[in-house]
């Protein structure tokens, strides 16, 4: 089992800066990637970035792309989203997520780990 644990959520202006953090334990033997996805109210889950084992290949969501980053720490097990000039619109529950793969997944339901998920809040 893998177990996730986000932090770094928060409130926010909009223009501002925030940095989400996940980091992964417990069966971290094997190539996994790892994204962030959000969940607003009344919405589905997205996926917002999505980065391979070895950092060669990224997803970005047309939404958030020049705006949001996701690096991979050196140590493989843990990954950030680091989002700047925020909106309103990116108001939600941000969830780190994980699975055992080398390829680029993007759907939530491909994903079987999650962290408890972070509140992004931005106000306008």
């Known amino acids: 089992q893998m177990q996730l644990v986000e932090s770094g959520g928060g409130l926010v202006q909009a223009g501002g800066s925030l940095r989400l953090s996940c980091v992964a334990s417990?069966?971290?033997?094997?190539?996994?990637?790892m994204g962030w996805f959000r969940q607003a109210p009344g919405k589905e889950r997205e996926a917002v970035a999505i980065v391979t084992y070895n950092a060669d290949r990224t997803y970005y969501a047309d939404s958030v792309k020049g705006r949001f980053t996701i690096p991979r720490g050196n140590s493989k097990n843990t990954v950030y989203l680091q989002m700047n000039s925020l909106k309103a619109d990116d108001t939600a529950i941000y969830y780190c997520a994980a699975v055992r793969a080398v390829r680029l997944l993007v759907q939530s339901y491909e994903y079987d780990y999650w962290g408890q998920g972070t509140q992004v809040t931005v106000s306008s």
């Open positions: 417990g069966r971290t033997d094997s190539s996994y990637a």
